[in-house]
Nanobody, 127 residues
Framework: QVQLVESGGGLVQAGGSLRLSCAAS????????MGWFRQAPGKEREFVAA????????YYVDSVKGRFTCSRDNAKNTVYLQMNSLKPEDTAVYSC????????????????????WGQGTQVTVSS
């Protein structure tokens, strides 16, 4: 089992940047594929980004491509989401998720594929 704790959220003006972190417990972090999801008020949770267990493959929802970058440091048991050129529509609670992955290059972009979730961190982008 793995526990996930997000940090780095906050209030930022449109056009600004934030970097979210997701710290994982356990010694097998490198065997987990990771994902980021977000949920805005009154909306369903949506996929944002995913990264393979080794970090060699990433995948993004179209609305964040070119603005967000997902990366990981397996030595630090941490996955990151660098968010640039933020827009008010990026306002949401952002959560990271993990699932064991036997295949190095695979990413997962549906929430039902993930087994473990963090509690989320609020990102608010003002106009």
């Amino acid at each position: 089992q793995v526990q996930l704790v997000e940090s780095g959220g906050g209030l930022v003006q449109a056009g600004g940047s934030l970097r979210l972190s997701c710290a994982a417990s356990g010694r097998t972090f490198s065997s987990y594929a990771m994902g980021w999801f977000r949920q805005a008020p009154g909306k369903e949770r949506e996929f944002v980004a995913a990264i393979s267990r080794g970090g060699g493959s990433t995948y993004y929802v179209d609305s964040v491509k070119g603005r967000f970058t997902c990366s990981r440091d397996n030595a630090k048991n941490t996955v990151y989401l660098q968010m640039n050129s933020l827009k008010p529509e990026d306002t949401a609670v952002y959560s990271c998720a993990a699932r064991p992955s036997a295949y190095g290059g695979i990413v997962y972009y549906t929430e039902e594929k993930y087994d473990y979730w963090g509690q989320g961190t609020q990102v608010t982008v003002s106009s």
